[in-house]
C-alpha cells in the first residue's frame, strides 16, 4: 500500500524558512515522478515542484522559482522542499504526490498524472 507522509510545516514570518519532508512507503519503483502541491483556501490546488527520482532533474513553477528547491534522499526514501524568503501569499496546505507510472515529470504540473497523495501539512506565512 502506497503511502505519502508529509512533515515538516508550521508558521514563519515572511522572509522565513521553512523545510518540508515526504516519507514515501509501500512501492519499490526506483523511478517516479514526485510533484510538491498546494492549495490555499479558496483556491485550486497548484503544483509548485517536482522531481524526478531517477535522474533527479527537477520542475517549478514560475511562482517559487529561485525560493523553494525540491531535492530527494534516495536511501531514506524522502522527497524535500526547501522554502526559502517566504511569503504571505505562500500560505497554503502544501501535499506530495506521487506519479509511479515510471515517465520523467512533466514540465507543468497535471494533477491527473499523480495517483497518490498524503495528507498535507500546513504552512503559514505572516507578513
Known amino acids: 500500500q502506497v503511502q505519502l507522509v508529509e512533515s515538516g510545516g508550521g508558521s514563519v514570518q515572511a522572509g522565513g524558512s521553512l523545510r518540508l519532508s515526504c516519507a514515501a512507503s509501500?512501492?519499490?519503483?526506483?523511478?517516479?515522478?514526485m510533484g510538491w502541491f498546494r492549495q490555499a483556501p479558496g483556491k485550486e490546488r497548484e503544483g509548485v515542484a517536482s522531481i524526478y527520482t531517477h535522474q533527479g532533474s527537477t520542475n517549478y513553477a514560475d511562482s517559487v522559482k529561485g525560493r523553494f528547491t525540491v531535492s530527494q534522499d534516495t536511501d531514506k526514501n524522502i522527497v524535500y522542499l526547501q522554502m526559502n524568503s517566504l511569503k504571505p501569499e505562500d500560505t497554503a496546505m502544501y501535499y506530495c504526490a506521487a506519479d509511479l507510472s515510471g515517465f520523467p515529470c512533466p514540465s507543468v504540473f497535471p494533477l491527473s498524472r499523480f495517483g497518490y497523495w498524503g495528507q498535507g501539512t500546513q504552512v503559514t506565512v505572516s507578513s
Open positions: 509501500g512501492y519499490t519503483y526506483s523511478r517516479y515522478c
